[in-house]
T-cell receptor, first 116, second 115 residues
Framework: AQTVTQSQPEMSVQEAETVTLSCTYD???????LFWYKQPPSRQMILVIR??????QNATENRFSVNFQKAAKSFSLKISDSQLGDAAMYFC?????????????FGKGTKLTVNP | NAGVTQTPKFRVLKTGQSMTLLCAQD?????MYWYRQDPGMGLRLIHY???????AKGEVPDGYNVSRLKKQNFLLGLESAAPSQTSVYFC??????????????FGSGTRLTVV
């Protein structure tokens, strides 16, 4: 079974600075998807960014980018120019690309605090 | 477009009571999921369904049952609630083929407290 590990339970960053959240995963599959979700205090799960394993190019969405290292099974999230609204729980998630395995497997999350 | 709607949003149960959480989606998604979220544990899959009339166990299925009699609805039942089932429950849905924004849509969650 696939597992996702987020080794940083909590992180903090100063407003306007850059922070990187770590995620590693364990799988024997070669084709899969990786996601970062944001959960603010409202509890809503918001998709931040996703990456297909077959793509070598790292995904980018505005101030959010990933560093995808397939061989190392690492998928970190970089938040640039941090804003107060970025404060939230961040979850890394894995999904197999194989049919019949469309489950999202989540890490335990990283709580990000943004200091003004 | 309502997306995924969960009812109720909050509930307090006494130990031993039963209840059903309802999840409804209006996106014609084939797949539906129930997760629970506990502090420091992330989201863990309880049960899921890949189509009307089919269900399967996830990572933490004990103490829960599910039914998917209609494609748009996925019910999560607690037959005899226990304090260990105090949690926030999330429903999610996705299409069979992921495309575009990869289709996982989450409900807003149900906070359940068992006393």
């Amino acid at each position: 079974a696939q597992t996702v590990t987020q080794s940083q339970p909590e992180m903090s960053v100063q407003e306007a600075e850059t922070v990187t959240l770590s995620c590693t995963y364990d799988t024997s599959e070669s084709d899969y998807y990786l996601f970062w979700y944001k959960q603010p205090p409202s509890r809503q799960m918001i998709l931040v960014i996703r990456q297909e394993a077959y793509k070598q190019q790292n995904a980018t969405e505005n101030r959010f980018s990933v560093n995808f290292q397939k061989a190392a099974k690492s998928f970190s999230l970089k938040i640039s120019d941090s804003q107060l609204g970025d404060a939230a729980m961040y979850f890394c998630a894995y999904r197999s690309a194989q049919g019949g395995s469309e489950k999202l497997v989540f890490g335990k999350g990283t709580k990000l605090t943004v200091n003004p | 477009n309502a997306g995924v709607t969960q009812t109720p949003k909050f509930r307090v149960l006494k130990t031993g009571q039963s209840m059903t959480l309802l999840c409804a989606q209006d996106m014609n998604h084939e797949y539906m999921y129930w997760y629970r979220q506990d502090p420091g544990m992330g989201l863990r899959l309880i049960h899921y369904s890949v189509g009307e009339g089919t269900t399967a166990k996830g990572e933490v299925p004990d103490g829960y049952n599910v039914s998917r009699l209609k494609k748009q609805n996925f019910l999560l039942g607690l037959e005899s609630a226990a304090p260990s089932q105090t949690s926030v429950y999330f429903c999610a849905s996705s299409p069979r083929v992921l495309q575009g924004n990869y289709g996982y849509t989450f409900g807003s969650g149900t906070r359940l407290t068992v006393v």
